[in-house]
């Protein structure tokens, strides 16, 4: 293969990856413009959602040893898997915040987010009490059929994920702007006392806001196990990492924000990992996410500066 | 809970509670490992020291400064790191002559290969190695903190968070300096005179043992001095601080040093224990376990850290394997397959985080926090008729000058200043005369306050100049304002809330004291005698208010009345010794009594040598005290001059009260 | 006389704490169905807790706050609002990200499932033309002025019982407050009741019917517009004198 085709193949891979990044990033950039809040957790709840996907896949008869599924049945397993996955991960960010941040949605300094960071760890640890530490393989539902772009190539899964990223963006997009709750959830972010003069319930606002995004972090970690084929109770860790830069370096708190970002750094890890080593990445996106907040807080699209001190 | 000694323990002062306590618990210390028999127990004790000493260490960035250092694993790292490549004899560099007088001494050695160039191997003794391990993490802790200076809370953890994370991945990957994953085996054991430390553990618990007391001392020290109420200040009031005369960029700074410099006596001491050091040591669930100790324990309180690093300590080493036998035995006795398979000890993270949460939720403070001792003030205090201040007088004031003002003392310049599209100050100019006592009244919004930030430095201006004594200020950052003699009130008060009265006016000190780290630690007569000094000053500051503050000094300010709370951020600017003193509505809030009151004490202050610009709404008040008025709407001067004249003034009225409304057609 | 009916709001011996801080001192006035109302008060007055304390921003510690009867002062802001009291609050308050389109449809989020939004989008535009023009304008772009008319005209689309304007001449050149009032009152002859929170008494008195003064959280006057013009004790009490 040629330099030229080998960067093309990166670029498919990293922008694949982008849309799960960018998926995660969303939930949790969405949190962020609501209430100010860095919630750790979140990225959690998406490596549970991996777990999630699993039970509901055994309880469908689906399993990691089994074949792929094409057609009819493979678009309804699909649709099962990302719904029932979605609605738990959602209820799950819901009870998150019920129990955990309202008492403490008026406290200021950095008590919020320390909690976040428990509740992460209560998360991870319940997986890996739950099913042990060795990985797990996720069941290969998309069939391995590819397509050659040059001497690259495009995978079925790169194109189901896509597909179905788009889907939710398109969906996401037209909830925030058109809707009566998306113009809520906006009014909200940019003036909560003005949005309560308004008669819109603020709590019940951000309610939603907790599991929409939890849900988009349910359908990045369906991703995750589709695409990688396997979840452990540690990759809420990893790839929380790179969907975190992705929100803060689109700008934390903006959602067109959240896919640009993402998609920048799923393409800076595959390329990156090319050029320099799968081993730096990690040092990479670090450096970028320490870059940005020391230099540049409001990220590429962010619109404000946090109010917050 | 009603202990019998309880009460009579808890009415001594801190001071001799200190004296009987640290013989007992050092006694304690020093016989444990020969009183116990089995050298398990020493062992965990000995590991649990590290603990204790990373704890203290993030105390000092957390609980002094409250800087949330969520990476603190990266200075264990370096501590760690820096003991074993210096011991362990790893790192291969060719040999110079360099190394020569080290060979000498016994830290090198040459390795001669027949057929390569000599290389020198490394295996330098532990006791050098650990001050200056202590010294290298004190540098990489301001490097890691300079990024941040500028950050709030939460982005600060996080890039905190960012150099915890790539100081193990940089220990994972560079494989000539730390043998990568593998970690660094081999480490040197310590020798004391010949002694060579070995694998038992009982050197270094005693070891340990030492280096747990001298990081106490250090804390207590520390809190105690000059340093620790700057980083406290810092803590509960950036803004407030600076304005006290505190540099935050030096002393978060500071603390990010100290705290790292902690950190890393426990990195070499771990490492030389354990004479290994591998990546895995020092991850973020480290880091997340110091914090879970800090918390615990309460933000800032020694004694509560230091327990609660223990406890997290032997819950791992001890607690969790007997809880598990525990839960087995309960296993079989009900028949259980289940709880006769639990494993306590793999739920360890799950504790932390059950931790966090609960503390954050139900008790922010810590379950052992700094406890404030404060006496209950006695009957005839709280029945005490509030007396006045007795005659004004401050010893270090200078007398005023015989004539009156007579000098400019502060001349300002077609000042300008915009937010966004408000303009707050519109070419402002104004000369204060030394001696005079100057009231800047205007309806809402007028530019009042926006006046002194831009003279105190916290906002800069877009144009104009400032001088005081002839000298230029503007564009000088708040803190050495201060130093220059300007002081100054806010609005809203701004006090040291979780201090108590007495702390928030020593900060007010701060800029006239000297002691540094060495100071603060070793405290030689020449630091003693200044805080003397300091305190007396404070006490005659207090003399001031009367009987108002004198009985609540070691009372934390967030609970005193708002009249108190008014009066003790007047006092604390007055601390900074000021020749110019700005006050932000100090009457407000203040009933009418009360008001009476400090207008007594402001009319005195010029005469102290002290000059005072006041902004106030009670213009009666106004009319009372000052010599002159200066009126400001919109951000621009619209009257100047004597009480009387400006008060009948057409203009100043209108900007008050609206203008006059044309007569509808 | 203007015909004025029953009592709309009710705001009887209401005491507010911020901390220790006492801001309200046991406050009362009543607002009558037709009026337009004004609070007059100088800095520290309370003025602004009172607004708050209305529209359930900030709880009180004593008294009562009733709307047509109802008490409404245990209840939260967005109950509050849904009863038919509008808010214009201090500084506006637009959504700056928002355009002048959708945050006159934020103004109806209480009435959003009811027909009408048309009418009021015509009665909003037809006091401001301004706002018709650069309707697709983002909020955050307008000069003061114009966020001033935006949030009257917000206010305005639920058709309220009640409007509650806090200090809109705060921050406006004298020209435009002048515009303001005028606008106040043609609001009011079309039928709603105004209570009006402002600093700037010549202006308030001279559209209001009756009016308070508060000072350091106490009403030390009240009358017909007329009567507090011509009272002497105005400009004391207002500036502060004792």
């Known amino acids: 293969m040629s330099a030229f085709d080998v960067v093309l193949q990166q670029i498919v891979n990293g922008l694949a990856l982008g849309m799960m990044y960018a998926l995660l990033a969303l939930g949790f950039t969405m949190v962020y413009g609501i209430i100010e809040l860095i919630n750790f957790s979140h990225f959690s709840v998406f490596m549970t959602g991996t777990f999630v996907g699993l039970v509901v896949l055994n309880l469908m008869g689906v399993t990691a040893g089994g074949r792929s599924l094409t057609g009819l049945p493979l678009i309804g397993t699909l649709a099962v898997l990302f719904v029932v996955t979605m609605a738990v991960t959602g209820v799950l960010g819901v009870l998150i915040e019920r129990v955990c941040l309202r008492s403490l949605r008026n406290v200021s300094g950095s008590a919020p987010m320390i909690t976040t960071i428990g509740v992460a760890f209560i998360l991870i640890n319940a997986m890996l009490l739950t099913w042990g530490p060795q990985t797990q393989r996720f069941p290969q539902l998309l069939p391995n059929w590819r397509w050659a772009l040059g001497a690259a190539e495009i995978t079925f899964k790169q194109v189901v994920l896509f597909v179905v990223g788009f889907v939710l963006m398109f969906a996401l997009s037209h909830l925030v702007r058109r809707t009566t709750l998306g113009k809520s959830m906006r009014a909200t972010a940019q003036d909560a006392d003005a949005a309560r003069m308004m008669g819109i319930d603020v709590d019940r606002v951000i309610v939603l806001t907790f599991f929409l995004g939890s849900a988009l972090a349910g359908a990045g970690s369906l991703f995750f196990g589709l695409y990688y084929g396997f979840t452990g109770y540690y990759i809420g860790y990893t790839t929380g990492l790179r969907a975190f830069t992705s929100a803060v370096l689109g700008g934390i708190g903006s959602i067109p924000g959240a896919v640009v970002g993402g998609l920048f750094i799923g393409l800076t890890q595959s390329l990156g990992g090319q050029l320099l080593g799968v081993k730096w990445t990690d040092v990479i996106i670090f450096s970028i996410l320490i870059v940005v907040m020391v230099f540049r807080p409001n990220g590429l699209l962010g619109a404000r500066l946090p109010q917050k001190a | 809970m009603r202990l019998p000694g309880l009460e009579r323990w808890r009415a001594l002062p801190v001071t001799r509670r200190r004296q009987i306590l640290t013989p007992v618990l050092l006694a304690i210390g020093l016989v444990f490992p020969f009183v116990t028999s089995n050298a398990g127990n020493v062992d965990a004790a000995a590991n649990a020291f590290t603990y204790v000493l990373l704890a203290l260490g993030l105390n000092i960035v957390v609980g002094f400064a409250g800087l949330l250092d969520l990476g603190y694993a990266a200075f264990f790292a370096i501590g760690a790191y820096g003991y074993g490549i210096a011991a362990s004899g790893h790192l291969k560099l060719e040999w110079s002559n360099l190394w020569v007088p080290l060979e000498w001494a016994g830290q090198v050695s040459r390795l001669v290969v027949p057929g390569q160039p000599d290389t020198v191997q490394f295996h330098f003794a532990f006791w050098p190695m650990l001050a200056v391990t202590a010294i290298v993490c004190a540098v990489f802790g301001a490097l890691f903190g300079a990024p941040t200076l500028r950050l709030r809370g939460d982005y600060l953890a996080i890039v905190t968070l960012g150099f915890g994370e790539i100081v193990p991945v940089v220990a994972r990957n560079w494989e000539a300096l730390t043998n ?132 997290v300590a032997f819950l791992q080493s001890v607690i969790l394997q007997d809880l598990t036998e525990y839960v087995h035995a309960l296993g079989r006795l009900v028949g259980s397959e289940t709880l006769q398979r639990v494993e306590l000890i793999t739920s360890l993270e799950l504790i932390f985080g059950l931790i966090l949460v609960l503390m954050m939720i139900f008790r922010r403070e810590g379950l052992w926090p700094a406890v404030r001792r404060v006496a209950a003030l006695t009957r005839e205090q709280q029945d005490a008729a509030p007396a006045r201040g007795g005659a004004v007088r401050l010893s270090w004031a200078p007398a005023a000058r015989a004539g009156g003002p007579n000098r400019p003392l502060l001349e300002i310049q077609g000042l300008r200043k915009h937010f966004g599209g408000v303009a707050a100050a519109q070419d402002i100019t104004l000369t204060i005369q030394a001696g005079e006592l100057v009231s800047v009244i205007g309806p809402n919004g007028s530019g009042k306050t926006t006046l002194f930030n831009l003279i105190t430095g916290l906002v800069p201006a877009d144009a104009g100049s400032i001088r005081l004594n002839g000298n230029e200020i503007g564009g000088l950052p708040p803190h050495e304002i201060v130093t220059r003699g300007v002081a100054r009130t806010f609005q809203n008060i701004r006090l040291f809330n979780n201090l108590s009265v007495t702390e928030n006016l020593l900060v007010g000190e701060h800029a006239r004291l000297e002691a540094g780290v060495l100071g603060a630690i070793f405290r030689p007569p020449h630091v003693r005698r200044e805080e003397r000094r300091a305190v007396e000053d404070a006490l005659e500051v207090v003399e001031l208010f009367g009987n108002r503050l004198a009985p609540r000094l070691e ?111 | 006389m203007k015909a004025t009916g029953g009592v709309l709001l009710d705001f009887r011996d209401v005491h507010t704490y911020y901390g220790s801080l006492h801001v309200l001192k046991g406050v009362s006035y009543e607002i009558r169905e037709g009026e337009i109302v004004s609070l007059l008060g100088g800095n520290a007055s309370g003025k602004s807790t009172t607004m708050k304390t209305i529209l359930g921003l900030v709880r009180p510690t004593e008294g009562t706050v009733t709307f047509r009867g109802q008490p409404i002062h245990g209840l939260r802001t967005n109950e509050i609002v849904k009863r038919g009291i509008a808010p214009v609050p201090e500084g506006r308050r637009v959504f700056p990200r928002m355009t002048i389109l959708e945050n006159l449809e934020m103004g109806r989020f209480t009435r959003r499932s009811e027909p009408g939004w048309d ?124």
């Open chain 2, 180 to 311: 990568g994953a593998q970690g660094l085996g081999g480490i040197r054991t310590p020798k004391l005179f010949g002694f060579d430390f070995g694998f038992s553990p009982y050197p270094y618990y005693f070891l340990g043992l030492g280096l747990v007391a001298a990081a106490v001392w250090i804390s207590i020290r520390l809190q105690e001095s000059r340093l620790g109420r700057a980083w406290m200040a810092i803590r509960e009031d950036e803004l407030a601080a600076g304005a006290m005369g505190v540099n935050p960029v030096h002393y978060k700074l500071m603390a990010f040093a100290m705290g790292a410099a902690v950190g890393g006596l426990g990195g070499t001491f771990y490492v030389a224990k354990l004479t290994t050091a591998t990546p895995d040591m020092f991850t973020f669930p480290v880091s997340v376990m110091v914090l879970v100790m800090v918390v615990l324990g309460g933000l800032g309180s020694i004694r509560g850290v230091v327990m609660a690093a223990l406890f």
């Open chain 2, 555 to 665: 009372h934390p300010v967030s609970g005193l009345s708002y009249a108190n709370r008014r009066r003790t951020e007047i006092a604390r600017a007055l601390m900074t010794r000021p020749t110019l003193l700005l006050l932000d509505e100090p009457t407000a809030g203040m009933n009418p009594a009360e008001t009476l009151e400090l207008m007594d004490l402001l009319r005195a202050l010029p005469g102290l040598g002290i000059t005072v610009i006041l902004i106030e709404h009670k213009l009666d008040v106004v009319m009372d005290v000052s010599d002159r008025v200066v009126v400001l709407d919109h951000g621009v001067k619209i009257a100047e001059g004597a009480p009387a004249h400006v008060r009948s003034d057409d203009r100043v009225i209108e900007a008050y009260m609206g203008r006059r409304r044309r007569v509808p057609a």
């Open chain 3, 119 to 242: 009418a009021e989008l015509d009665r909003v535009f037809g006091l401001f033309p301004l706002l018709r023009e650069r309707r697709h304008q983002q909020a955050g772009t307008l000069s003061g002025g114009e966020q001033q008319m935006l949030a009257i005209g917000r206010a305005l689309m639920t058709r309220p019982s009640l409007l509650c304007m806090d200090e809109p001449s705060m921050g406006l050149a004298p020209r435009l407050v002048e515009d303001v009032f005028d606008i106040i009152r043609a609001i009011n002859e079309q039928g709603t009741t105004i209570f009006v929170i402002e600093q700037n008494v010549n202006m308030a008195l001279s559209i209001a019917d009756r009016g308070y003064v508060l000072q350091m959280g106490e009403v030390v006057l009240a009358g017909s517009a007329q009567e507090l013009v011509e009272n002497p004790l105005i400009q004391k009490a207002y500036l502060g004198g004792a």
